[in-house]
Every structure is written in C-alpha cells, then in structure tokens.
C-alpha cells in the first residue's frame, strides 16, 4: 500500500486558524498534523474487516465537540485489489477508510496528541 497524504481546510483545534490539515495515512497508523501549529493527533489501526452495516453513515451523524470530515480518495484496495474510491471518516475518536468496492475497512482508533 502506497502512503497517502490528503489535506482537509479546517479550523484547528489547538491554534483556532482555520488552515489546511494535512492527513497521512499508512497501513498501521494515521496522523493529522495543523499546517500552521504543527500539532499532530495520532492514530493507531484496532480493526480490519467488511463494512456490512454502513458503519461511515453511521458515525457520521454522530455529534461529538469538533466536526466530523468526510473525504474520499482513489487507490487500490488493500482486499480486492481495485482501484476504488475509498471513503474516509475523520472523527474525534478514530479514522474510518472503507473500500466502496468491496466494503473493506480500516478503523484507526485515536491515540495521542503530539
């Protein structure tokens, strides 16, 4: 799997300008990192497998203090082999990445703030 990086304008959380944040998404973690503070929230994979029960849609409604993001980006399923869209899911408590092809998805739990 090929790393990502993918940036989301979004007030920061730590340094209150609304800047890009830049995403880097790697087969065992993920980080969100403020482009004008530097501060850079981690998260570690917890579960792989199908997504049957639509777990971004529901997640999504979710009200936590900070807005959830949505994104998407193409690349090759780590499962199916394709090049799909994948979705992407960026909460308070984890990262979610599903393969709209094949429903494979990745959870990220959120584990420290740097």
Known sequence: MDNWELKYLSKCFNCGKTVDQIIEIYPNQTTVKCSNCGITRYYIIRKVYIDDENIIEKELCRKGKYDNWKLNYKAT???????????????????????????????????MVA
Not at 92 to 106: A, H, L, W
């Open 77 to 111: 399923c780590l499962n199916c082999r394709k090049n799909a869209i994948q979705d992407i899911l960026i909460t308070e408590y984890g990262i979610y990445i599903r393969c709209r092809n094949c429903g494979f998805t990745r959870f990220y739990q959120f584990h």
